[in-house]
């Protein structure tokens, strides 16, 4: 069975600090594996998604995540945050197809001025 | 626009009634699914439909009642059985060799 732990509950940061959301996940089969995010009381929005290929992916807003097999980990970094960027962040995985999407307990980032 | 509505975006509802949530999607996906939200503990799958007339029970199914009798719509009915029903529920879809799936803004449910 698979399982995705994000290893920070919350993440406070200041303005244009760097940040990396911690995100590993467990699976004897190969996974796809995406980063979404949560404004407050919204919807989730896909952030980001490796799917194959390039092992660094990066989404339009400055969001870059790197899948590193040997250490069965995606975290999700950012040089430079912004105020805007604070939100709930999912990681997640599925095996594909019709097969459910296997979610992380969220990281709450709070960027502050 | 193509998309996912939920509605009511709020419920309230007295402990022993079911309630029913909507969840429409016109983006012609096959597959619908029905999350609950809990602070802290992430998304956890309660139904999913990959055709319609046709569904499986997730993680949580206990307590809830889905149909779908129509490609377009997925609606949940939370019933009286269903101990903690108050939460945050997540509709999405997605088509075939398409992994993601997409999300309505959500309906969040309290019952006192």
């Known amino acids: 069975a698979q399982s995705v732990t994000q290893l920070d509950s919350q993440v406070p940061v200041f303005e244009e600090a760097p940040v990396e959301l911690r995100c590993n996940y467990s699976?004897?089969?190969?996974?796809?594996l995406f980063w979404y995010v949560q404004y407050p009381n919204q919807g989730l929005q896909l952030l980001l998604k490796y799917l194959s290929g390039s092992t660094l992916v990066e989404s339009i807003n400055g969001f870059e995540a790197e899948f590193n097999k040997s250490q069965t980990s995606f975290h999700l970094r950012k040089p430079s945050v912004h105020i805007s960027d604070t939100a709930e962040y999912f990681c997640a995985v599925t095996l594909g197809g019709y097969n459910k999407l296997i979610f992380g307990a969220g990281t709450r980032l709070a960027v502050h001025p | 626009d193509g998309g996912i509505t939920q509605s009511p975006k709020y419920l309230f509802r007295k402990e022993g009634q079911n309630v029913t949530l909507s969840c429409e999607q016109n983006?012609?996906?096959?597959?619908m699914y029905w999350y609950r939200q809990d602070p802290g503990q992430g998304l956890r799958l309660i139904y999913y439909s990959q055709i319609v007339n046709d569904f499986q029970k997730g993680d949580i199914a206990e307590g809830y009642s889905v149909s779908r009798e129509k490609k377009e719509s997925f609606p949940l009915t939370v019933t009286s059985a269903q101990k903690n029903p108050t939460a945050f529920y997540l509709c999405a879809s997605s088509n075939q060799g398409v992994y993601e799936q997409y999300f309505g803004p959500g309906t969040r449910l309290t019952v006192t």
């Open positions: 983006l012609n996906h096959d597959a």
């Open positions: 699976s004897s089969v190969s996974v796809y």
